[in-house]
């Protein structure tokens, strides 16, 4: 069977691709050309996953595809922004369609649920690494900024932490991973819904890639502020409480990145607003500390001991 | 001497960067905001360069940096876009301060040079690859694309080709690689000047990357037209002319990609029209055939024989 050529792997990425009436010009030319509404502003972010680094080398290239995108969407989520496009840059280490028509596979699935249109990119031949850019829209005067967060402000968390970095744990012992961890692993779901409806509710918003307390670290750095998080007061899965102590279950939520859910902050009058706004997204939003003066994220117990643990998150060079 | 972090890279590179009033949020959130001037088109390309694929090994980090945005500004030329913003992935085999120094030197001083602000991206540990994603502005009404080549038309190139490709050859074959060829190859011009200034003079336009019967050949499929070449008349530059002799300078002009000078067509009227564009923008622009009927591109010489080299450009998978 003859390998495709970059073309032949341009052309199988444009037949799938879905349109958008903004897009007014998509993958074929030097660049795309793109309508921003009236009034909006533009969000940018990007995000590359590099094979051994980002997902272990054995995931599937759905999965793959789910998560290039994924991160990035978490990106927008994360500012309140409605998607809108992206771009692919693909390192491809051969020419394989088989590969890359399952990768598009997962990839245009979050896509299509989200009406993001791919309008460009390139494929190259390199060490398998996927980098996607993102655009959305935001309202100029609502968006969800890192800054914003206040003292006395809620900490708040949507969905459960720690899934996924407990499947990493697995696969790194080589045991049996757990199907719903994997799942949580591999496909992260970015919470663009909640992010759209925080907006107006919450003060600061970031998304946990780093871990909960490294991303928490990194909203009071920029609000000049301090945190102090009930560790126990973290929500977990089933699946993560019936197969993890509570020890290492405290260690994998503070610390564990990839969930990709939303850490934001609200003042304590917006309960009732984010108890409703959990119902309408479906999607569980959980308190877990309070934004405090000074510049350090504390992590207590239920006894009000303090955690030592000085794990606070991932460093790609740490 | 401790190496630093990921966000210690972050904040080298934040350090440095020129601000724009349009960017309403830069690096340090989850993603950035801006804004797109009202009643124009947002354009955004992005390419991605591997070490040892895109570059030689021994490229200098400096040289590295021009080059990764130089070959997208080199897409937004091509569609008569106004550079605005950028966003920067890297991904680097270890965290070195030195080398990243060096690589913003090179990539600052281009963005500079068009007024192009870096806006976000990441940083994380893998094989050296460099992605960039670039935004302009186009008038909705008039710019560049590759479909509107017609019949009759000139096709002109800027500057000389072959001159990047005749680098890569010196280098392969180990000898000394001449100092003009080599800043050809390493420190390629975007012609974003021309591609402003041909708006509303050419069609058809595209960037030279993969060779320049290749890319004429999308501007051809693009347009549902032919393409007559005359290869004595592609401009070559003194140094080329000096080193290689004619059949090899055919085959490097005609064939050797990573010029990125912009090639385009235009009605047989526009030549005053481009002769005064060229004077304004300091670069020369060469009418080397003509835009046919039918599908294929033909390559001739003075003679008016045919040029039957089978070579047409770079495939990276090819």
């Given at each position: 069977m003859s390998r495709p050529g970059e073309f032949d792997l341009i052309a199988r990425i444009r037949a799938r691709v879905s349109q958008r009436k903004d897009v007014i010009l998509g993958i074929g030319d030097d660049a795309a050309l793109l309508k921003v509404p009236a009034g909006k502003l533009l969000a940018v972010a990007t995000d590359t996953l590099n094979s051994g680094v980002h997902f272990p080398v054995d995931t599937a290239p759905a999965d793959i595809g789910w998560k290039a995108l994924a991160v990035n969407l978490s990106d927008l989520a994360a500012m309140g922004a409605q998607p809108a496009w992206c771009t692919l840059s693909l390192s491809l280490p051969d020419s394989d369609a088989c590969w890359l028509d399952g990768f598009l596979d997962g990839f245009l699935e979050l896509a299509k649920h989200h009406d993001v249109a791919l309008v460009g990119g390139d494929t190259t031949r390199g060490p398998l690494s996927i980098g996607v850019t993102v655009h959305g829209f935001v309202d100029p005067e609502e968006n969800l900024r890192r800054n914003a967060a206040k003292v006395g402000d809620g900490i708040w968390v949507t969905g459960t932490l720690g899934d996924a970095a407990a499947a990493l744990v697995q696969w790194k012992s080589g045991h049996h991973i757990d199907p719903f961890l994997r799942q949580r692993l591999d496909r992260p779901t970015p919470r663009i819904e909640a992010g759209l409806a925080l907006?107006?509710?919450?003060?600061a918003v970031i998304d946990i890639s780093d871990g909960l307390l490294a991303d928490l670290g990194h909203v009071c750095a920029a609000s000049a502020v301090g945190a102090e998080v009930d560790l126990d007061a973290i929500p977990s899965s089933i699946t993560l409480t019936s197969m993890f102590d509570a020890g290492q279950r405290r260690y994998l939520m503070a610390g564990?990145?990839?969930?990709?859910e939303l850490c934001f902050t609200a003042p304590p009058d917006a309960r009732l607003a984010i108890a409703a706004t959990a119902e309408r997204c479906d999607v569980a939003m959980t308190r877990i500390g309070v934004i405090v003066e000074g510049e350090r994220v504390r992590a207590v117990l239920e006894d009000r001991s303090e955690w030592t643990s000085q794990h606070v998150g991932y460093d790609h060079f740490g």
């Open positions: 907006v107006g509710v919450a003060h564990g990145g990839d969930d990709y």
